[in-house]
């Protein structure tokens, strides 16, 4: 085990972070550093408003994105937890619709094609896995565009709306990032074996026993004045991203609880998550069940290298660089990272929100990752 040293920590985020904000590569984000359930580090750098001078508070609201889905993967397990799910449950077991699928594909014209019926059986873990087929790439997008976008929208409409869509290829064939729809499935079968909204059933569960306050698909009007404005970079300048008013996530109503992007949050409540997929917490599920989540759970022929999935997490293998192999976590479109490393018992959290540069791929979440670990002895 490696230990943080806290100084020299805080020299190398603020330098980098200097430099980010130098380059306008962000307008402002908020930063904390956990290890062996200690606070090594927390910081907040920029502005709230880009280019209004305003200070970045540590308790600014964010748009999650993506890294709503490490949460529903452990609403999920807790199912399982509670026997009402198992991981090899077909979806149409809960969602009848979905026992006869397609697979489809766009032709040269951008039109959608059936190519033939499913051979494999659509299940939970497959969605949690992004091995799944559903609302991935081109047809997924065109898919979920084709939706409209009406303030009635639900998980269930959107997931029973996608039952009777294609596949973009055969369950458990392939790898390939589903955004929205997924997870959206594993919470929709969360709220059926529950018989309870999703949105509350993460706050009975998760978000109360774990302090989680500030976490919610439908945020306060305290929790909207806090939102950090959305970043953008235009001609090397920050701007103001655009967004939909009263929009958490895209242009997607607030009534739909998305387990794959819906979720708000802060810096203080998604680390008491890290913490908890860390240490685990007996009252919430078995230890030895949410450690499912961090488990490399597909072959490695379908994802090889050194970055696979586990259940709504990628998990980190040999060779990956800046952190160990056995970590995992997410990031979010607009900038948001976090990881866990159970090795040298870290947990790390980055927060920001941008158009540019997000997304898992985002230079600054490779550059919080390299820091880190520089800052380890």
């Given at each position: 085990?490696?230990?943080?040293?806290?100084?020299?920590?805080?020299?190398?985020?603020?330098?980098?972070?200097?430099?980010?904000?130098?380059d306008h590569r962000v307008g402002g984000c908020v930063l904390r550093v956990m290890q062996?359930?200690?606070?090594?580090?927390?910081?907040?750098?920029?502005?709230?408003?880009?280019?209004?001078?305003?200070?970045?508070?540590?308790?600014?609201?964010?748009?999650?994105?993506?890294?709503?889905?490490?949460?529903?993967?452990?609403?999920?397990?807790?199912?399982?937890?509670?026997?009402?799910?198992?991981?090899?449950?077909?979806?149409?077991?809960?969602?009848?619709?979905?026992?006869?699928?397609?697979?489809?594909?766009?032709?040269?014209?951008?039109?959608?094609?059936?190519?033939?019926?499913?051979?494999?059986?659509?299940?939970?873990?497959?969605?949690?896995?992004?091995?799944?087929?559903?609302?991935?790439?081109?047809?997924?997008?065109?898919?979920?565009?084709?939706?409209?976008?009406?303030?009635?929208?639900?998980?269930?409409?959107?997931?029973?709306?996608?039952?009777?869509?294609?596949?973009?290829?055969?369950?458990?064939?392939?790898?390939?990032?589903?955004?929205?729809?997924?997870?959206?499935?594993?919470?929709?079968?969360?709220?059926?074996?529950?018989?309870?909204?999703?949105g509350d059933y993460l706050k009975q569960y998760l978000f109360d026993p774990l302090g989680m306050c500030?976490?919610?698909?439908?945020?306060?009007?305290?929790?909207?004045?806090?939102?950090?404005?959305?970043?953008?970079?235009?001609?090397?300048?920050?701007?103001?991203?655009?967004?939909?008013?009263?929009?958490?996530?895209?242009?997607?109503?607030?009534?739909?609880?998305?387990?794959?992007?819906?979720?708000?949050?802060?810096?203080?409540?998604?680390?008491?998550?890290?913490?908890?997929?860390?240490?685990?917490?007996?009252?919430?599920?078995?230890?030895?069940?949410?450690?499912?989540?961090?488990?490399?759970?597909?072959?490695?022929?379908?994802?090889?290298?050194?970055?696979?999935?586990?259940?709504?997490?990628?998990?980190?293998?040999?060779?990956?660089?800046?952190?160990?192999?056995?970590?995992?976590?997410?990031?979010?479109?607009?900038?948001?990272?976090?990881?866990?490393?159970?090795?040298?018992?870290?947990?790390?959290?980055?927060?920001?929100?941008?158009?540019?540069?997000?997304?898992?791929?985002?230079?600054?979440?490779?550059?919080?990752?390299?820091?880190?670990?520089?800052?380890?002895?």
């Amino acid at each position: 085990m490696k230990y943080l040293d806290a100084k020299k920590l805080s020299q190398v985020i603020t330098r980098r972070v200097e430099a980010d904000l130098a380059d306008h590569r962000v307008g402002g984000c908020v930063l904390r550093v956990m290890q062996e359930g200690k606070l090594v580090y927390q910081a907040s750098f920029g502005e709230k408003t880009p280019g209004a001078g305003d200070p970045l508070p540590l308790d600014a609201t964010w748009r999650l994105a993506s890294m709503t889905k490490p949460v529903t993967a452990a609403a999920a397990l807790r199912q399982v937890a509670e026997g009402k799910l198992h991981l090899f449950d077909p979806i149409s077991d809960f969602i009848p619709a979905y026992k006869e699928m397609t697979i489809g594909r766009l032709n040269e014209k951008g039109e959608v094609e059936i190519v033939g019926k499913a051979q494999n059986t659509l299940r939970l873990i497959h969605v949690l896995t992004h091995t799944s087929g559903v609302g991935t790439g081109e047809l997924g997008t065109l898919q979920l565009n084709s939706l409209g976008r009406d303030y009635g929208m639900t998980l269930q409409s959107v997931t029973d709306a996608f039952a009777g869509l294609p596949l973009a290829f055969e369950p458990y064939t392939q790898s390939a990032y589903s955004p929205l729809l997924g997870l959206d499935i594993a919470a929709r079968l969360v709220e059926i074996t529950s018989g309870m909204a999703f949105g509350d059933y993460l706050k009975q569960y998760l978000f109360d026993p774990l302090g989680m306050c500030d976490t919610t698909f439908s945020p306060t009007p305290d929790q909207w004045t806090r939102l950090a404005v959305m970043h953008n970079r235009v001609d090397g300048k920050n701007v103001e991203g655009e967004t939909i008013p009263g929009r958490v996530f895209s242009d997607l109503p607030t009534t739909y609880q998305s387990g794959g992007a819906g979720l708000m949050s802060t810096l203080a409540d998604y680390s008491k998550f890290a913490e908890f997929l860390l240490w685990g917490k007996e009252d919430i599920m078995p230890t030895h069940v949410l450690r499912n989540m961090s488990r490399v759970s597909i072959p490695e022929i379908l994802m090889p290298g050194a970055e696979q999935w586990g259940l709504g997490v990628r998990v980190i293998g040999e060779n990956y660089g800046p952190l160990p192999a056995g970590a995992f976590g997410w990031s979010g479109a607009y900038g948001t990272h976090f990881w866990v490393d159970p090795e040298n018992k870290i947990t790390a959290v980055y927060l920001k929100n941008s158009l540019y540069d997000g997304g898992s791929g985002a230079v600054t979440a490779r550059h919080f990752e390299e820091d880190v670990a520089e800052a380890m002895i």
